[in-house]
């Protein structure tokens, strides 16, 4: 077949140089017709070719800019807002927008470009020589086409919407798995399996409602196709032979006519798929672009690199409250002296854990001030800042890895972190012991979040030691030892304690069992909203109804 093209060009380049052309139109009809014969044939040869080389000078430049980014200190940024994201958005829709969406839009500028430009070039040289051979033919069947192209529109722009609604289905349906499978034991313990069970087929359900609406259109879409395409060929046959019987059209020309309207026939479908494709990927790219083009509330980067703490840290009136919510607190103000530890207290929900997110600037607060060294936080690079403070959340995570590159997970450079380092830290934590006994040590690996091969405390004391083998200017401890065991706890404390006095570092404590802040130099009381009272353990203790005073009685703890 190309090889019958090929004969066929050469065939009338010969024509043209032994013709005599005596009407200057003619020979312009001529060359038309070569035109469109030579797009046909090389478009059909390039068009594998030339969107190759496309993508990858796309590919050259884009990396690039990259390069370039990199220099500049830009890189990523918005890439690694995808993560902070997470605040705002379920786990299961992250992931879902950022595996089946981003392979959707993927394969809509890849492959489907290939197709498309083929078609295309198709379509238009075959035109091209229709209009050539019969100008009456190809004004009749310029209205059907018009027909097929109008449906195929229409067509893109549901699957737009389709595929808009598809991709949520999927990505709720992946909420419902991600949360439930995370949170396994507790669906198990609550005998909930059933009840999830059909929750997700409920997902399932939506999802499988939207494909057949989508399913209906296709089908729909495909069977005009069909029709038009069918109607266009008796088209050319019926009205052809009229104009062969009045002798304006002769029976070669008919037959290629034909020929040519059979490929443009055979290119529609691609166009019209290269237009759904490309509808397809832009709805599934609007809620990539949705996360990639949010501003970050927090920067990721840029500010003063502010390595240690002189003076304190101070709230100037600060006010805090989560979006679409009430404010957590109002003009608080209090200072957090440096070398120091200060502990926080207050009934649950008081905000105490928030004010540790504040000074780790993962969220800017509302209104007010905090200082550092009189230095307003905000003008500090949030992730020099955070390398800076060693972190125990009330409850510890840890990675499906091992021990060791759990607890130095996070160090700038890990590859310098030496084996002694690594058993200092744990033993400061009271997890040296229990590493040493696992089978593989500290090349243990722990499982999804560690809750398959350590306990409660296990985990908490990894975590700690995690919080110290950077020796961080600054201790942030969520209660952290909330899970360990009298004689662990007491342990754990008096290593923080001598390591504290030793190295003179600034601790802050948000204290839930108020029996770890007891040798705690100061202690802020947080209550609906402000702050009531500043003091050692000692002096709250001697405040009749203080609000200290009232939860120490209320644990009843026994103090000495």
């Not at 884009?62 to 890189?75: A, Y």
């Not at 083929?118 to 050539?132: C, D, K, L, P, Q």
């Not at 304006?248 to 008919?254: A, E, F, I, N, V």
């Not at 309207?261 to 237009?275: R, T």
Request: hydrophobic residues 45%; contains cysteine.
């Amino acid at each position: 077949m190309f090889g019958g093209k090929i004969c066929a060009i050469f065939l009338h380049l010969r024509i043209l140089v032994e013709s005599e052309y005596t009407v200057s139109f003619e020979r312009i009809v001529k060359l038309l017709f070569l035109a469109g014969l030579l797009f046909l044939v090389v478009g059909n040869a390039i068009g594998l070719v030339l969107p190759r080389i496309i993508f990858m000078f796309i590919d050259i430049n884009n990396n690039h800019e990259n390069e370039e980014n990199m220099r500049e200190n830009k890189s990523g940024d918005k890439n690694i807002y995808f993560m902070l994201a997470a605040n705002r958005n379920k786990v299961g829709e992250i992931v879902s927008r950022l595996s089946t969406d981003a392979l959707i839009v993927g394969q809509s500028v890849s492959s489907n470009l290939t197709v498309g430009a083929r078609a295309f070039m198709s379509f238009f040289g075959s035109a091209v020589i229709m209009v050539y051979t019969s100008p009456e033919l190809s004004k009749v069947v310029t209205c059907l086409t018009a027909a097929i192209v109008t449906s195929g529109y229409c067509f893109g722009n549901l699957q737009r919407k389709y595929t808009l609604q598809m991709q949520e289905a999927v990505a709720a349906s992946n909420e419902v798995a991600t949360e439930k499978f995370s949170n396994i034991i507790t669906v198990r313990t609550l005998v909930s399996e059933l009840k999830e069970c059909e929750t997700y087929k409920k997902k399932i359900h939506q999802l499988w409602l939207v494909s057949r609406r989508e399913g209906r259109a296709a089908g729909c879409m495909i069977a005009l196709h069909e029709i038009a395409i069918l109607a266009s060929l008796y088209t050319i046959v019926h009205y052809g032979g009229q104009l062969m019987n009045i002798g304006t059209l002769t029976y070669g020309d008919l037959l290629a006519f034909i020929w040519y309207a059979s490929l443009c026939a055979l290119s529609l479908p691609g166009m019209v798929n290269f237009y759904t494709e490309l509808m397809k990927g832009l709805g599934a790219s609007t809620r990539l672009f949705e996360l990639r083009n949010r501003i970050p509330e927090v920067p990721v980067r840029g500010g003063l690199l502010k390595k240690d703490i002189i003076d304190g840290i101070i709230f100037k009136n600060v006010s805090f409250g989560y979006p679409n919510r009430p404010l957590l607190f109002t003009d608080v103000s209090f200072y957090i002296p440096a070398g120091k530890t200060t502990a926080l207290v207050g009934p649950s929900g008081s905000g105490k854990s928030t004010i540790a997110n504040l000074i780790l600037r993962l969220f800017d607060s509302n209104s007010g001030q905090i200082l550092i060294d009189n230095v307003d936080l905000k003008s500090i690079d949030p992730s020099f800042w955070r390398q800076q403070i060693g972190t125990v959340a009330q409850e510890p995570i840890l990675f499906s890895t091992t021990i060791r590159n759990n607890i130095i997970y996070g160090s700038k450079h890990p590859e310098l972190i030496m084996d002694i380092q690594l058993e200092e830290a744990s033993n400061l934590a009271n997890a040296l012991n229990f590493i040493k006994n696992l089978p593989d040590g500290f090349e243990t690996i722990v499982g999804e979040h560690g809750t398959s091969m350590l306990s409660g405390g296990q985990r908490q004391r990894i975590a700690i030691a995690r919080a110290l083998i950077n020796d961080p200017m600054m201790l942030i401890m969520d209660e952290a030892t909330s899970a360990l065991d009298a004689t662990s706890e007491d342990l754990v404390r008096k290593a923080i304690l001598t390591l504290i006095k030793s190295s003179k570092k600034t601790v802050l404590i948000i204290a839930h069992r108020l029996s770890t802040i007891k040798y705690a130099d100061q202690i802020v009381v947080i209550n609906s909203g402000r702050v009531d009272e500043v003091g050692t353990f000692d002096e709250l203790m001697l405040i009749e109804n203080g609000v200290f005073k009232n939860l120490v009685e209320k644990q009843a703890i026994g103090f000495k």
